[in-house]
């Protein structure tokens, strides 16, 4: 019996040692009580609009969509010192091979990108990444099954003619500014 107990425990603590690699789902979890963070969690419902005016393909869209997280890091003069921490430890993970890398721009003080995890017709998650170093920065990961570049596109278009309350991207605005 105690030998069954002995592998039993190594066993557990062997998956969870496996499973203890670092990701953005973890990173997102991990800084949800910092407060230096803001995190918001958006479903597709927040698109007030009326799907019956909707084309083919901006339905598809929506239907491909799951959610959206989104982890702003407001930098100030006191957490200079936390922001380039934290701003290295994310472009760290967003450098792991499973993240693809669509787009990425950069100019010194600033920078963004655009990821993807998944294949070319079947992605499960987008990842949009920007910073500044005097503003802080922020992560998108907008979730779902069978997106495509093209699903992305329609999204956006949808999300330009919503009704939406812009309040809840109040976070993402101040770090523009």
Do not use: H, W
């Not at 969870?16 to 918001?40: A, D, G, H, I």
């Not at 890091?73 to 921490?85: S, V």
């Not at 721009?105 to 920078?111: A, D, I, K, L, Y």
């Amino acid at each position: 019996m105690r030998v069954i107990f002995k592998s039993a425990l190594f066993l557990c603590l062997f998956i969870v040692s496996c499973n203890s690699k670092p990701s953005l789902q973890k990173y997102f979890v991990e800084n949800t009580e910092n407060k230096n963070f803001t995190v918001l969690d958006l479903s597709t419902e927040i698109l007030k609009v009326d799907k019956t005016k909707l084309s083919v393909a901006q339905s598809a869209a929506i239907e491909s969509f799951e959610k959206i997280n989104i982890l702003t890091f407001k930098a100030t003069e006191t957490n200079k010192a936390q922001f380039e921490t934290e701003r290295a430890k994310l472009e760290l993970l967003l450098e792991d091979k499973q993240y693809q890398q669509l787009m990425k721009f950069s100019s010194g003080t600033q920078g963004a990108s655009i990821s993807f995890v998944g294949t070319d017709e079947n992605i499960e998650e987008f990842i949009v990444y920007a910073n500044k170093k005097e503003n802080g920065f922020a992560v998108i990961r907008i979730l779902g099954k069978e997106m495509s570049p093209t699903n992305l596109v329609n999204m956006i278009s949808v999300m330009r003619k919503a009704n939406m309350d812009m309040q809840q991207f109040k976070p993402l605005q101040e770090l523009m500014k």
